[in-house]
């Protein structure tokens, strides 16, 4: 079965970096874009970078771009987010997210999420 379990979140300082992971399973993760969105209190969730399968292309939101960098392990079916310079405004739940068509039926699937906190 599709697993997608998110870690490395945590309280930072304004400024400061964090290193976000998401280790894939149950699926040939080489073959698939995945993203990293994340969802702040009372918002919606948003794409906050993604990744095609080679690692060949990568796109950000702009409020991230230049801060954030996504990366991907397709030996190792993982997907880390290094962020930098972190503001409060990026206080969110972080969430790794992929599509999959299995059987002519195309599905999101998320992980559990990990918190991101950025205050002093």
């Known amino acids: 079965q599709v697993q997608l379990v998110e870690s490395g979140g945590g309280l930072v300082q304004p400024g400061g970096s964090l290193r976000l992971s998401c280790a894939a399973s149950?699926?040939?993760?080489?073959?698939?874009?995945m993203r990293w969105y994340r969802q702040a209190p009372g918002k919606e969730r948003e794409l906050v970078a993604l990744?095609?399968?080679?690692?060949?292309?990568?796109n950000y939101a702009n409020s991230v771009k230049g801060r954030f960098t996504i990366s991907r392990d397709n030996a190792k079916n993982t997907v880390s987010l290094q962020m930098n310079s972190l503001k409060p405004e990026d206080t969110a739940v972080y969430y790794c997210?992929?599509?999959?068509?299995?059987?002519?039926?195309?599905?999101?699937?998320w992980g559990q999420g990990t918190q991101v906190t950025v205050s002093s």
């Open positions: 990744i095609t399968n080679t690692g060949g292309t990568t």
């Open positions: 149950g699926f040939t993760f080489s073959s698939v874009v």
């Open positions: 997210n992929t599509v999959l068509t299995v059987v002519g039926r195309t599905s999101n699937y």
